[in-house]
């Protein structure tokens, strides 16, 4: 059975960066689209950003933009998430997922992913 773990998270201070991977258990990332999401308590699943398999486009939430980039290395079988600036509102449980393949990745729709990581906490301190 496919699975997805992340893992780099933590807590770090505002402003500060932090980098969270995610693995997939077979290598997926060059014929899957992939996403993350993120979690806060008492809080609905928030779409962060996703990328297409050719890794040609990616979708970012709008309270990320500019500050959060996705990344890929195929051959190492990772799919990163790098997030710089952080604020408090970034804390959250953050997910890695598997798109549904010919999905519109921008609508950033839980429903449009089929496979989910466990995810990993990441706490910003003020």
């Known amino acids: 059975q496919d699975q997805l773990t992340e893992s780099g998270g933590g807590t770090v201070q505002v402003g500060g960066s932090l980098r969270l991977s995610c693995t997939p258990s077979r290598r997926i990332l060059g014929s899957d689209p992939m996403g993350w999401f993120r979690q806060a308590p008492g809080k609905e699943r928030e779409f962060v950003g996703a990328?297409?398999?050719?890794?040609?486009?990616?979708y970012y939430g709008d309270s990320v933009k500019g500050r959060f980039t996705i990344l890929r290395d195929i051959a190492a079988n990772t799919f990163d998430l790098q997030m710089n600036n952080l604020k408090p509102d970034d804390t959250a449980k953050y997910f890695c997922?598997?798109?549904?393949?010919?999905?519109?990745?921008?609508?950033?729709?839980?429903?449009?992913?089929?496979?989910w990581g466990q995810g990993t906490q990441v706490t910003v301190s003020s």
């Open positions: 990328m297409s398999v050719s890794g040609h486009a990616t």
């Open positions: 997922a598997r798109a549904i393949p010919g999905r519109r990745l921008g609508f950033g729709r839980q429903a449009d992913y089929d496979l």
